[in-house]
T-cell receptor
Framework: AQKITQTQPGMFVQEKEAVTLDCTYD???????LFWYKQPSSGEMIFLIY??????QNATEGRYSLNFQKARKSANLVISASQLGDSAMYFC???????????FGTGTRLQVFP | DAMVIQNPRYQVTQFGKPVTLSCSQT?????MYWYQQKSSQAPKLLFH???????NEADTPDNFQSRRPNTSFCFLDIRSPGLGDAAMYLC???????????FGPGTRLTVT
């Protein structure tokens, strides 16, 4: 069975600093996708970044990068130069190849302070 | 510009009174999903449509039904809401690239 684990219920970071949100996963599939979503208090899930299991390079999207360590089954999100607007809930998720089902972790609440 | 629209944003219903939540999309995506997210929990997939093919998750209660009359619209029907069904209900869509899953703003359901 697939499982996503986020061990940090909450994180604090000062504005303009970098922060790493942890995510580990468990799967027996050879091909899968890893995702990070941001959920502000308004409730909408915002797609941030995607990493395919066969991608050799870590994914980057602007201030977001995914530190993918396949052997350790980890897919940590790094947010550089944090902004006050980054305060939100962050979910790590996984999907099997050839299916569309997303399995989410329990999330990490990030608070950015001035 | 809204791509996935959910109405209403907030819904209050009485215990046992049927309720319908709606989702529409302007992306022409062939897959539509319904997730349930209870307070402080991760979203959980209830079911999804691939075109007209309905795919129910094994642990989705029979109380939850869905309809997709056309590509653009998808409905979530809760036949007899219980207090435990109070949650945020998220609709999402995806096209050919399965990782491009777009979520709507959600409908927050309260059961009194």
């Amino acid at each position: 069975a697939q499982k996503i684990t986020q061990t940090q219920p909450g994180m604090f970071v000062q504005e303009k600093e970098a922060v790493t949100l942890d995510c580990t996963y468990d799967t027996s599939d050879q091909s899968y996708g890893l995702f990070w979503y941001k959920q502000p208090s308004s409730g909408e899930m915002i797609f941030l970044i995607y990493q395919g299991s066969y991608d050799e390079q870590n994914a980057t999207e602007g201030r977001y990068s995914l530190n993918f360590q396949k052997a350790r089954k980890s897919a940590n999100l790094v947010i550089s130069a944090s902004q006050l607007g980054d305060s939100a809930m962050y979910f790590c998720a996984m999907a099997r190849d050839n299916t569309d089902k997303l399995i989410f972790g329990t999330g990490t609440r990030l608070q950015v302070f001035p | 510009d809204a791509m996935v629209i959910q109405n209403p944003r907030y819904q209050v219903t009485q215990f046992g009174k049927p309720v319908t939540l709606s989702c529409s999309q302007t992306l022409n995506h062939n897959v539509m999903y319904w997730y349930q997210q209870k307070s402080s929990q991760a979203p959980k997939l209830l079911f999804h449509y691939y075109d007209k093919d309905f795919n129910n998750e094994a642990d989705t209660p029979d109380n939850f039904q869905s309809r997709r009359p056309n590509t653009s619209f998808c409905f979530l029907d809760i036949r007899s809401p219980g207090l435990g069904d109070a949650a945020m209900y998220l609709c999402a869509t995806s096209g050919d690239s399965y990782y491009e899953q777009y979520f709507g703003p959600g409908t927050r359901l309260t059961v009194t």
